[in-house]
């Protein structure tokens, strides 16, 4: 749409979907506004309500959950008859200004903060993994609403207690790892070769030359335009 934030050039040369505050600017005397994304960076926490009379008693409401950034966090469903916050979630595990590997919080800041700075490179990756989450939930969720139908409720509530429980762990393991996989992979503004699912080695075992991707065309023509002949290569007769 004309509002798409990926397509003028305060996206940066790749694409960034966000415009740091402050929101409004000056150039010549003019003010001008950024507009604010959906998914702001700013976020600390969302979800999606989800309310069917026809569920199970214990799973009548339903809240996907997920903390920080709306676009890179994976929602975990947290169940009505819940009687305990995860681990992950719970407050006093880090604030913001103490970082905590335990929490979802900080964990997914992880990863959404690398992506911020090379966005259109690193976004395919978050969505592999952050789709395969929720999708392994989906399929979960539903396994459940046939499993505990018939269940008491004491026991139908320890077992969706025991499955938030153990999604967010598992979420937060998995998200940690694609943190550690992203800092690997894009060190220094390169991207290191892979196969068979690896990081690339040579028959030595040293990592094989990584990729050097650069910026795009509009990028490097925004610099010429700006800079004229400075940086232009010359060429000399013999």
Known sequence: TPMDMTKDVGAGPYKVPYRWRPMTFKVD?????????????????????????????????????????ANTCVYVPMYSCLTEVPHEFAPGNGDMLTL????????????????????????????????????????????????????????????LNNHSRMASARYLK????????????????????????????????????????GYDERYYRAIVEDTGDHLRVKEFKK
């Open 29 to 69: 005397g003019k003010e001008y506004l950024n507009e604010r994304a959906i998914a702001t960076q700013q976020t600390g926490f969302s979800f999606v309500s989800q309310m069917n009379e026809a569920h199970p008693q214990a799973m009548k409401g339903i809240l996907w959950f997920g903390v920080d950034d």
């Open 174 to 213: 998995n998200y940690k790892a694609l943190g550690d996989y992203l800092l690997v992979k894009y060190l220094d503004g390169n991207v290191k070769k892979e196969k068979d699912g690896k990081f690339e080695r040579t028959p030595e075992g040293v990592c094989v030359s990584p990729n050097f991707p």
């Open 100 to 159: 905590s590997w335990d929490a979802a919080f900080w964990v997914n800041n992880y990863v959404a903060n690398q992506a911020y700075n090379r966005y259109s490179q690193m976004i395919p990756d978050i969505r592999r993994v952050q789709n395969g989450e929720e999708e392994t939930l989906d399929k979960e969720v539903k396994m459940l609403l046939a499993g505990v139908r018939d269940m008491s409720a004491a026991d139908a509530s320890a077992m």
